[in-house]
Protein backbone atom coordinates (compact mmCIF):
# COMPACT_ATOMS: atom_id res chain seq x y z
CA UNK A 1 0.00 0.00 0.00
CA UNK A 2 2.79 2.04 -0.02
CA UNK A 3 3.11 4.27 -3.20
CA UNK A 4 6.48 3.60 -5.04
CA UNK A 5 7.56 4.88 -8.12
CA UNK A 6 9.17 1.31 -9.24
CA UNK A 7 11.17 -1.76 -7.49
CA UNK A 8 14.15 0.22 -6.15
CA UNK A 9 12.05 2.23 -4.06
CA UNK A 10 12.74 1.78 -0.01
CA UNK A 11 9.87 2.43 2.34
CA UNK A 12 9.76 3.83 5.90
CA UNK A 13 7.06 3.49 8.11
CA UNK A 14 7.68 6.77 10.48
CA UNK A 15 6.37 6.74 13.48
CA UNK A 16 6.95 6.79 17.52
CA UNK A 17 9.17 3.37 16.18
CA UNK A 18 9.63 3.07 12.81
CA UNK A 19 10.13 0.54 10.22
CA UNK A 20 12.22 0.25 7.12
CA UNK A 21 12.08 -2.18 4.46
CA UNK A 22 11.17 -2.98 0.86
CA UNK A 23 8.95 -5.83 -0.70
CA UNK A 24 10.71 -8.95 -2.41
CA UNK A 25 9.04 -11.75 -3.83
CA UNK A 26 11.29 -14.34 -1.81
CA UNK A 27 12.46 -14.10 1.83
CA UNK A 28 16.24 -13.36 2.01
CA UNK A 29 16.91 -15.77 5.12
CA UNK A 30 20.69 -15.11 5.03
CA UNK A 31 22.92 -15.45 8.19
CA UNK A 32 23.68 -12.17 7.36
CA UNK A 33 20.25 -10.90 7.56
CA UNK A 34 19.53 -12.30 10.80
CA UNK A 35 22.27 -10.96 12.57
CA UNK A 36 21.34 -7.31 11.27
CA UNK A 37 17.87 -8.02 12.70
CA UNK A 38 15.90 -8.03 9.46
CA UNK A 39 12.94 -10.03 9.02
CA UNK A 40 10.22 -11.39 6.49
CA UNK A 41 6.93 -10.73 6.87
CA UNK A 42 4.42 -12.34 4.29
CA UNK A 43 2.65 -9.50 2.33
CA UNK A 44 -0.05 -9.48 -0.30
CA UNK A 45 0.27 -11.83 -3.41
CA UNK A 46 2.77 -14.39 -1.75
CA UNK A 47 5.47 -11.75 -1.52
CA UNK A 48 7.28 -10.78 1.28
CA UNK A 49 7.93 -7.64 3.07
CA UNK A 50 11.71 -7.70 4.58
CA UNK A 51 11.49 -5.15 7.59
CA UNK A 52 13.06 -3.86 10.30
CA UNK A 53 12.18 -2.05 13.04
CA UNK A 54 14.28 0.95 13.96
CA UNK A 55 14.15 3.80 16.60
CA UNK A 56 11.76 6.46 15.39
CA UNK A 57 9.83 9.87 16.97
CA UNK A 58 10.14 8.43 20.36
CA UNK A 59 13.02 10.41 21.72
CA UNK A 60 11.38 13.64 20.30
CA UNK A 61 8.65 12.63 21.70
CA UNK A 62 10.04 11.73 25.10
CA UNK A 63 11.62 14.95 25.32
CA UNK A 64 8.50 16.91 24.35
CA UNK A 65 6.86 15.09 27.48
CA UNK A 66 9.90 15.82 29.80
CA UNK A 67 10.40 19.09 28.64
CA UNK A 68 6.20 19.64 29.58
CA UNK A 69 6.82 17.77 32.74
CA UNK A 70 5.02 14.81 31.99
CA UNK A 71 6.38 10.99 32.72
CA UNK A 72 5.02 8.20 30.16
CA UNK A 73 3.68 6.22 33.11
CA UNK A 74 1.49 7.77 35.20
CA UNK A 75 2.66 7.58 39.09
CA UNK A 76 6.26 6.93 38.15
CA UNK A 77 8.87 8.78 39.80
CA UNK A 78 11.24 11.20 38.13
CA UNK A 79 14.83 10.40 37.79
CA UNK A 80 17.43 11.65 36.02
CA UNK A 81 18.84 14.57 34.41
CA UNK A 82 15.99 17.57 34.41
CA UNK A 83 14.93 19.71 31.85
CA UNK A 84 16.19 22.66 33.61
CA UNK A 85 20.08 21.81 32.74
CA UNK A 86 18.52 23.40 29.47
CA UNK A 87 19.78 27.21 29.10
CA UNK A 88 16.67 28.07 27.38
CA UNK A 89 14.53 25.81 28.84
CA UNK A 90 10.97 27.75 30.45
CA UNK A 91 8.10 25.90 32.36
CA UNK A 92 5.44 25.71 29.80
CA UNK A 93 4.04 23.14 26.92
CA UNK A 94 6.18 22.58 24.04
CA UNK A 95 4.61 21.66 20.91
CA UNK A 96 5.71 19.87 18.44
CA UNK A 97 6.21 23.11 15.82
CA UNK A 98 8.01 24.43 18.48
CA UNK A 99 10.66 21.93 19.28
CA UNK A 100 10.98 21.26 15.07
CA UNK A 101 11.88 25.49 15.04
CA UNK A 102 13.88 25.32 17.80
CA UNK A 103 16.07 22.88 16.27
CA UNK A 104 15.85 24.66 12.87
CA UNK A 105 17.50 27.28 14.88
CA UNK A 106 20.20 25.68 16.18
CA UNK A 107 21.43 25.16 12.96
CA UNK A 108 24.34 23.03 11.86
CA UNK A 109 24.88 21.28 15.63
CA UNK A 110 27.72 18.62 15.32
CA UNK A 111 26.50 16.19 17.50
CA UNK A 112 25.14 12.92 16.45
CA UNK A 113 24.08 9.79 18.54
CA UNK A 114 23.20 6.23 17.66
CA UNK A 115 20.13 6.17 17.50
CA UNK A 116 19.63 2.56 18.10
CA UNK A 117 21.68 2.39 21.73
CA UNK A 118 19.20 0.84 23.97
CA UNK A 119 20.00 3.74 26.64
CA UNK A 120 17.14 5.46 24.36
CA UNK A 121 14.41 3.14 24.56
CA UNK A 122 13.73 3.78 28.11
CA UNK A 123 15.92 6.11 29.91
CA UNK A 124 14.69 7.93 33.12
CA UNK A 125 15.41 11.09 31.46
CA UNK A 126 16.16 11.15 27.35
CA UNK A 127 17.40 14.78 27.34
CA UNK A 128 20.13 13.14 30.23
CA UNK A 129 20.37 10.20 28.19
CA UNK A 130 21.05 12.36 24.53
CA UNK A 131 23.60 14.43 26.47
CA UNK A 132 25.50 11.74 28.37
CA UNK A 133 25.84 9.69 24.55
CA UNK A 134 27.40 13.31 23.56
CA UNK A 135 30.15 13.53 26.34
CA UNK A 136 30.84 10.07 26.20
CA UNK A 137 31.25 10.31 22.73
CA UNK A 138 33.70 13.41 22.80
CA UNK A 139 31.27 15.53 21.24
CA UNK A 140 30.03 19.06 22.00
CA UNK A 141 26.87 18.16 24.60
CA UNK A 142 23.90 20.56 23.78
CA UNK A 143 23.22 22.88 26.07
CA UNK A 144 19.48 24.38 24.46
CA UNK A 145 16.21 22.95 23.41
CA UNK A 146 17.25 23.60 19.86
CA UNK A 147 20.86 21.73 20.50
CA UNK A 148 19.11 18.72 21.64
CA UNK A 149 16.31 18.12 19.14
CA UNK A 150 18.60 18.88 16.23
CA UNK A 151 21.17 16.53 18.42
CA UNK A 152 18.05 14.07 18.00
CA UNK A 153 17.06 14.65 13.97
CA UNK A 154 20.25 14.67 12.46
CA UNK A 155 20.88 10.85 14.84
CA UNK A 156 17.16 10.10 13.16
CA UNK A 157 18.44 10.51 9.94
CA UNK A 158 21.85 9.05 9.99
CA UNK A 159 20.18 6.28 10.94
CA UNK A 160 17.50 5.85 8.56
CA UNK A 161 20.77 6.36 6.02
CA UNK A 162 22.37 3.44 7.42
CA UNK A 163 19.66 1.35 7.67
CA UNK A 164 18.80 1.76 3.83
CA UNK A 165 22.68 1.40 3.08
CA UNK A 166 22.66 -1.82 4.93
CA UNK A 167 19.16 -2.86 3.36
CA UNK A 168 20.92 -2.40 0.16
CA UNK A 169 24.20 -4.31 0.76
CA UNK A 170 21.27 -7.03 2.24
CA UNK A 171 19.75 -7.57 -1.19
CA UNK A 172 21.91 -6.59 -3.15
CA UNK A 173 19.76 -3.89 -4.95
CA UNK A 174 20.44 -0.52 -5.78
CA UNK A 175 17.61 2.22 -4.26
CA UNK A 176 16.63 5.22 -5.85
CA UNK A 177 13.82 6.53 -3.19
CA UNK A 178 12.78 6.19 0.20
CA UNK A 179 9.33 6.34 1.01
CA UNK A 180 7.93 7.89 4.13
CA UNK A 181 4.28 6.96 5.21
CA UNK A 182 2.77 7.28 8.74
CA UNK A 183 2.34 9.80 11.80
CA UNK A 184 6.08 11.17 10.92
CA UNK A 185 5.63 11.64 7.18
CA UNK A 186 4.10 14.78 8.62
CA UNK A 187 7.02 16.10 10.02
CA UNK A 188 8.74 18.02 7.33
CA UNK A 189 12.27 18.72 9.05
CA UNK A 190 12.88 15.15 9.52
CA UNK A 191 12.12 14.26 5.99
CA UNK A 192 14.23 16.95 4.43
CA UNK A 193 17.07 15.80 6.83
CA UNK A 194 16.65 11.98 5.73
CA UNK A 195 16.28 12.99 2.08
CA UNK A 196 19.95 15.09 2.24
CA UNK A 197 21.81 11.93 4.43
CA UNK A 198 20.40 8.92 2.53
CA UNK A 199 20.46 11.33 -1.01
Known amino acids: AVPARDDKAVYLSSGTWSIIGVENPDPITTPASCAANFSNEGGAWYRFRFLKN ?13 LNGVDYV ?33 GDFPSVV ?16 VRAACAESGQRVPETVGEVVQCVYQSLAASYAREAKLLASLTGKTY ?3 NIV ?9 NALTAKATG
Do not use: C, N
Open 54 to 66: IMGLWMIQSIRRQ
Open 74 to 106: EGKAKTGEGPEVLKDWTAHKHSFDELEKAARAA
Open 114 to 129: DAADKRFFAPDSMIGA
Open 176 to 178: TSL
Open 182 to 190: GGGSQDAYL
